[in-house]
């Protein structure tokens, strides 16, 4: 595989070619990275009706202690891939919170997508910033221990998150020789879609910091190597986690025991990585998609207004007729 070109990169990640679905957002925690699309497929509820739910962001879970804003949040119930951090959660709060089963593993089972049998080479991850918090080690470094991985683990390519291409990142690794892609913008909803069209041609991933692409490759069937120079982050208004420089071990309670399975360089998968993964992506303890359907819609008869919302995604589809047209279109390009 060759990479994208920089255009093909800048247009993924453009806000103007973002297909965000038919309904209205409350939540973007429920919304991005196409969690809302497939959390409704399997909760068989309409596309076109709010969700009224909160969740996490992944089964790469660092930590079980709930974040303030989850705590905070006006919505009906909370969904964790943990399960841990649902029975913490039902020790700090009296709301509705359930293990949720993962969206993109609801997403890659239900299309079959499988490793590719051409898969070669290594898929590299490079830890994110966030507008938030920044990076500030040297990634010349982590670019010269990608580049000294073992021959089996060649050709290295990168994939690159949204917000760190809004920095230029991806510059740097085109410019230093590696194929690079994007899953694009997090709030479209063919995320989940690119993310497998692309790990699914790699034999390995990799990252230099336990993240969701974690889970995902293993449970793909794909090994994991956590393997480089760890970040140097910076939080500068996250107001969720402290100030200043973070510390993974000391500030995020899992971390040592999740990258203690995954340190080194893995050919195969072992039976304690694919136990946690099943696990922390609950898909032996997740709810159920008749659950799932009970719990969608008592949150809707509790907090949705039917009313306001047809007449919302009517006035959104008359007053935008191409609107409409490029959402449809979008379904089956990629813009």
Request: with cysteine; aromatic share 18%; hydrophobic share 30%.
């Amino acid at each position: 595989m060759n990479g994208y070109t920089e255009e093909k990169i800048l247009n993924l990640c453009n806000p103007k070619h973002i297909h965000s679905g038919f309904s209205k957002w409350y939540y973007i925690q429920a919304e991005i990275y196409s969690f809302g699309k497939y959390i409704r497929e399997y909760g068989f509820y309409p596309q076109f009706l709010p969700l009224h739910i909160y969740t996490d962001h992944g089964g790469g879970a660092v930590e079980i202690e709930p974040y303030r804003h989850e705590l905070e949040t006006k919505a009906y119930a909370m969904f964790y891939h943990v399960p841990e951090r649902v029975k913490r959660w039902k020790e700090l709060s009296g709301k509705p919170c359930y293990t949720l089963f993962s969206p993109f593993v609801f997403y890659r089972r239900k299309n079959k997508i499988t490793q590719s049998k051409e898969a070669k080479g290594t898929i590299a991850f490079p830890a994110h910033s966030t507008p938030d918090i920044k990076d500030v080690s040297h990634i010349e470094n982590y670019i010269f221990q990608l580049k000294e991985l073992p021959e089996e683990f060649q050709p290295v390519s990168v994939c690159i998150h949204f917000c760190d291409i809004e920095k230029g990142l991806h510059k740097v690794f085109i410019d230093s020789g590696f194929p690079v892609y994007t899953a694009g913008h997090p709030s479209d909803y063919r995320f989940t879609k690119r993310f497998y069209g692309i790990l699914k041609n790699f034999k390995y991933s990799t990252s230099n910091l336990i993240g969701s692409y974690m889970p995902y490759s293993v449970e793909m069937g794909i090994p994991f190597s956590l393997y480089g120079q760890e970040p140097e982050f910076i939080n500068i208004s996250d107001s969720s986690i402290k100030e200043g420089k973070l510390d993974l071990s000391e500030d995020y309670s899992e971390y040592d025991r999740l990258s203690s399975l995954f340190e080194g360089l893995y050919t195969e998968i072992t039976r304690e990585q694919k136990e946690l993964v099943e696990h922390n992506l609950g898909l032996h303890e997740g709810i159920s998609r008749f659950e799932m359907t009970k719990a969608l819609y008592t949150a809707y008869l509790k907090h949705g207004n039917l009313f306001e919302d047809l007449k919302y995604t009517i006035a959104r589809y008359s007053k935008k007729p191409r609107w409409l047209f490029k959402q449809f279109q979008a379904e089956i390009f990629d813009f």
